[in-house]
């Protein structure tokens, strides 16, 4: 497993691979943010870990530059010496899968890197249509069906709702919609986003009684959540 880290301070740079290196990843070590964009151009990693605070560029500005190169697939955590609970949010907001606390704890840090290395290879497992409570998701197709029914969807409606099954129960924030979808950033000020939400809610009729519901909150991001554990549960793709 190929793993990226950007961290500015040699001495932790250093722990943070022997760390890893311990536990068998191959750990990429960066000291500058615009090191570890240029090597996105012709390598790829597994993982990211991303310091907060490096002197270059501001931590969410590089999460949202990663997230527009790379979307949603792989993961990254970012590290950080803040434990407030709005820094936290910032940077989940900004497109974060999770966050480690400084001081570094050696066990912790490999416990997080193992859960979303073991969730990316899951919804990365191939391009097989895959079910959600009552939908059949056909990502090479790019059809989307309820109940056995089609719905009829425009490409960055299939593209918004396919990023939603693909994340259940994940906050997706405005940012990080707007960067997967349309790789570029929307303004506050446009209705861009909102209506396509509204449209594939619509649509899709993403309802409790079809086994799912788009929670939202309008400072934070919106999350497609699975209701009914038992009947509706997310079920692993499957072969045709």
Known sequence: ?????????????????????????????????????????????????????????DGDEVLRRLRATLGMQIPIIFVTSRSQEADLV??????????????????????????LLRRSQAAQADHNPFSVAAYR???TGRTITLSGEAVMLAPKEFELAHLFFRNVGRLLSRDVLAES?????????????????????????????????????YALGYRLEVLNDGANATKPPYKT
């Open 1 to 57: 497993m190929q793993i990226a880290s950007l961290e500015d301070d040699l001495d932790q740079a250093r722990h943070i691979q022997q760390v890893l290196d311990s536990a068998g990843y191959t750990c990429h070590s960066y000291q500058c943010s615009r090191d570890l964009l240029a090597a996105l151009r012709d390598q790829s990693f597994d993982l990211i870990l991303l310091d907060w605070h490096v002197p270059d560029m």
């Open 181 to 217: 979808v349309w790789n570029r950033e929307i303004p506050a000020t446009s209705r861009t986003l909102d209506t396509h939400l509204s449209n594939i809610r619509q649509k899709l009729r993403l309802r409790p009684e079809n086994g799912v519901r788009l929670a939202s909150s």
């Open 137 to 139: 998701i056909d990502p």
């Open 90 to 115: 910032q940077g989940l907001q900004a497109g974060a899968d999770d966050y480690v606390v400084k001081p570094l704890r050696p066990a912790e840090l490999l416990a997080r890197i193992a859960a």
